[in-house]
């Protein structure tokens, strides 16, 4: 912050608030936008007509959305990929980056080499769907959450973290007679909580919005994760994914309206989880970021 | 602790274990590190080396009912279609069109915003500010392609919709290929530069207040505190981050182009993974689709690790 401290707001002031207003104002304007049209009343939407602030307000076209078949299927399959990914994210991560930090490790220069090696060059989009099909993985969720167990650069962001811990923790216990395991699990798992939430918050964002992976990977639609939902009905326009699936509402609710609901219904637990966690998200890039 | 009991601790820790000990002997003492390493190695191991052998295939002429091994070796033959063909030059001239208008316009963003950041003072209005443009990180590119959409389309989105209303002809944002740049890069300094802000931030509140005394001292208004105090003072950060975003020069938001493509806007949007995605594996041409691969990932490679060679000279750390 500069030096000097005033107490009246200048001219300039009023000009950098302004802007950051309407800065904010853009980003926000999407969102906004999505959210307005999903909740309107289907009585009350125009089709051809536009608006920022719906007439009357309706959940109609969520409890549709909600009540669709190919929505809940997608949903529980997003949810299943995040939980049980994140969490052999957070092992397979943690467990190398600790094992990377003993520099005595015969071979750990090589395992680091390898690691960053793939820091810098990957095989590429069709080697590695050639890897999932020769696993027989396709069209199975754990191609997903196989493929993406680990990644250089949390193991680097973690290893370097691990290597802020005092080591004379480590020789305490080991003096009182603990093996590495148990160094490891009760002694610098606790401490690691800090970097633990907030790459657990990484992963999960980062399975609950693939898209790419899950295009591939995924052939059949009752596999498909909310990603591939919200595209085939929303840019692919195909009504049929949401409204075929025997939805138990029979009434009417404009294509456009169900489209924005299940976009709003696919962020929501990012919306809602965002407040609450958004400083673990701001500490895990700062963790990483040191080098900055 | 007296030396004997130092000698004993060291004997037991990690110190003390590599002193003269044999290679098998230091193996088995560390047997459980190699357990905590395992799953990891075996992952980097199966999903990220294992591939490789598939490179191989932009030298062969793969035929699925042959198999890898029987499939025919036609050297570098996809390399020079490749190479010769109109395509390549245009997937060169996007990815590069992307990149610059990227650097011009998404790089310098986070900076003017992080700095405009900076000189709020009321916390409340900066940290609500601050929530909201952090935000769009987060979603997802299929979220952020459906805005966009729902935006700029000719049918539902909301810019057409009003130029309708106000008796105007629509305009084809999306389907007219001239476009097509100017949204990705739209969709780019929507998306990021709310978060790039927080590296400037910090590096920002890490410079020290002395130097804005002597500013002051000699009689700096807060622009050109801003101008000579602050700028030349993150000055390294914004380079290291020139550079390594120069080194990943190759990469540009496969997925986030993937989603809004269409056949229509080919000439400007095609660009390497699009292609080797395209032709690789949706139209079974395996063998063209790595060998473009294969050429990305090495140019990639060369770049990135010049980036950081680049950045390692300027005595800072690189990336590794």
């Known amino acids: 912050m500069s030096f000097v401290y005033r107490k009246k707001m200048t001219i300039g002031d009023w000009i950098n608030y302004t802007l950051l207003v309407l800065f904010s104002g853009l980003c926000l304007f999407p969102f906004l936008y999505v959210a307005s049209v999903s909740f309107t009343d289907p009585d009350a939407y125009k089709p051809f007509g536009f608006y920022l602030i719906p007439e009357k307000w309706s959940l109609a076209a969520y409890k549709y959305v909600l009540s669709t078949n190919s929505f809940l299927n997608a949903l529980r399959n997003t949810v299943f990929i995040t939980a049980v990914g994140t969490v052999l994210n957070i092992i397979v991560s943690f467990t190398i980056s600790y094992a990377l930090t003993k520099k005595t490790l015969p071979g750990r220069n090589a395992v680091m080499g390898l690691v960053i090696f793939t820091l810098v060059f990957n095989a590429g989009i069709i080697p590695n769907y050639l890897l999932v099909k020769n696993l027989g993985l396709i069209n199975s969720h754990w191609a997903l959450i196989l493929s993406t167990l680990t990644n250089a650069w949390s193991i680097l962001v973690i290893k370097s973290f691990l290597e802020t811990l005092p080591p004379e923790l480590e020789e305490a216990a080991k003096i009182d007679g603990s093996n590495d395991l148990g160094v490891f699990f009760r002694i610098v798992v606790p401490l690691s909580m800090p970097s633990i939430a907030a790459f657990t918050l990484f992963f999960a964002v980062a399975h609950w919005n693939t898209y790419f992976n899950a295009l591939v990977y995924l052939t059949d639609s009752k596999k498909w994760t909310l990603q591939l939902l919200v595209k085939s009905l929303v840019i692919d326009s195909d009504s049929n994914g949401v409204g075929a699936a025997g939805a138990s509402d029979e009434a009417v609710v404009p294509q456009e309206m169900i489209r924005m609901a299940t976009i709003v219904l696919s962020m929501l637990p990012i919306l809602v989880v965002y407040p609450f966690l958004q400083k673990y998200f701001v500490k895990g890039v700062m963790l990483g970021s040191v080098k900055g | ?320």
């Open chain 2, 1 to 320: 602790m007296t030396p004997l009991a130092q000698a004993a601790a060291n004997i037991r820790t990690d110190r003390g274990r590599s002193r003269g000990k044999s290679l098998l002997t230091r193996m088995i003492q560390h047997k459980y590190i190699y357990l905590l390493l395992l799953p990891g190695l075996l992952y980097f191991l199966i999903f990220r080396i294992a591939p490789m052998w598939g490179l191989l295939l932009a030298f062969k002429d793969y035929n699925p009912y042959a198999g890898f091994f029987k499939s025919e070796w036609v050297g570098t033959e996809h390399f020079r279609d490749l190479f010769e063909s109109r395509t390549f030059l245009l997937m060169l001239r996007n990815t590069l069109a992307i990149n610059i208008l990227g650097l011009i316009f998404c790089f310098p963003l986070p900076i003017i915003l992080a700095l405009m950041l900076n000189e709020v003072r009321h916390e409340v209005f900066k940290r609500i500010n601050q929530s909201i443009v952090y935000l769009p990180h987060f979603l997802s590119w299929v979220v952020v392609a459906s805005m966009t959409f729902f935006i700029l389309s000719s049918d539902v989105g909301i810019i057409n919709k009003v130029l309708q209303s106000l008796g105007y002809d629509t305009i084809p944002f999306m389907s007219n290929p001239n476009y097509f740049w100017a949204i990705v890069t739209a969709q780019n300094i929507w998306k990021e530069s709310g978060w790039g802000t927080i590296i400037f931030l910090a590096a920002i509140a890490g410079v020290d207040p002395q130097r804005y005394e002597a500013a002051v001292i000699d009689g700096a208004s807060r622009f050109r505190q801003i101008w000579h105090v602050t700028l030349p003072a993150i000055r390294p950060t914004i380079i290291i981050l020139l550079i390594l975003r120069l080194g990943e020069m190759v990469d540009v938001g496969f997925e986030q182009i993937l989603l809004i493509m269409n056949p229509l806007v080919m000439s400007t949007a095609e660009v390497f993974d699009t292609y080797a995605y395209v032709r690789g594996i949706l139209q079974g041409q395996v063998s063209a689709g790595v060998a473009v691969g294969m050429f990305k990932g090495v140019v990639g490679f060369v770049l990135i690790t010049l980036a950081n060679r680049v950045v390692k000279r300027l005595g800072h750390e690189g990336i590794y």
